[in-house]
């Protein structure tokens, strides 16, 4: 699954600007088992480059998105990260390999209960759950250093945005259904948001509650 993930990350070097991604994201995704992320039944696709089905109408990501988002976020050990968009908890796993703190949020209830459970079982203690609508964040714990949504907005929450730290980045997916790019944020010290956009992508929407 790495070979793959270089060979992709080699063929979008024009879009990401460059030929391979760090060694601590690589090391986490290697160290990170996958299968224990999906439904039982497609644990047989678990290293293919490719999204699965999780239920409810939401994916867990290909192996090179999820390690794309995470260089993109270029996470330092002792990070705070906020994600948008727990599933099953694979991202979370990565993110937590890679920085001190992860902060979750899930909407959809029977998947946030599953992925705590999954993440647990895996042993991982740096991982706080939250069930509710991410695209309020997460104020209690704001300011963050990092932060990365995993399901697509039409256009990037206010909140997100608040809660980002001065010099803190954020990668999200946003936009229509038939038209989404992964955008990279940065705040820089004077707290002005710079927006990048990378590679075309097609992640589920953010599901908002009403």
Not at 126 to 152: L, Q, S, V
Not at 181 to 198: A, P, Q, S, Y
Request: hydrophobic letters at 45%.
């Amino acid at each position: 699954m790495v070979k793959i993930i270089d060979a992709h990350t080699r063929w979008c070097e024009d879009y990401i600007g460059k030929d391979q991604l760090d060694e601590r994201v690589v090391a986490a995704i290697a160290r990170v088992p996958r299968h224990k992320f999906i439904p039982f039944e497609l644990q047989q696709f678990a290293y293919e480059d490719m999204p699965l089905p999780i239920g409810y109408g939401k994916t867990i990501s290909q192996p090179f998105m999820v390690a794309l988002m995470s260089d993109l976020l270029d996470i330092k050990e002792d990070d705070s990260v906020l994600e948008i968009g727990t599933g099953l908890g694979y991202q979370a796993a990565v993110l937590a390999e890679l920085a001190e703190n992860v902060f979750t949020i899930e909407i959809i209830e029977e998947l946030a209960s599953e992925a705590q459970r999954r993440l647990g079982s895996a042993g991982y203690t740096n991982i706080h759950f939250r069930i509710g609508d991410g695209t309020h964040g997460w104020a209690e714990h704001a300011a963050y250093d990092r932060i990365m949504a995993t399901a697509a907005p039409e256009i990037i929450p206010p909140a997100l945005l608040q809660q980002l730290k001065t010099g803190g980045k954020m990668v999200i997916p946003a936009g229509l259904a038939d038209g989404q790019k992964l955008l990279l944020v940065d705040k820089d010290i004077d707290g002005k948001v710079h927006i990048r956009e990378t590679i075309e992508v097609q992640f589920s929407a953010l599901t908002r509650s009403h």
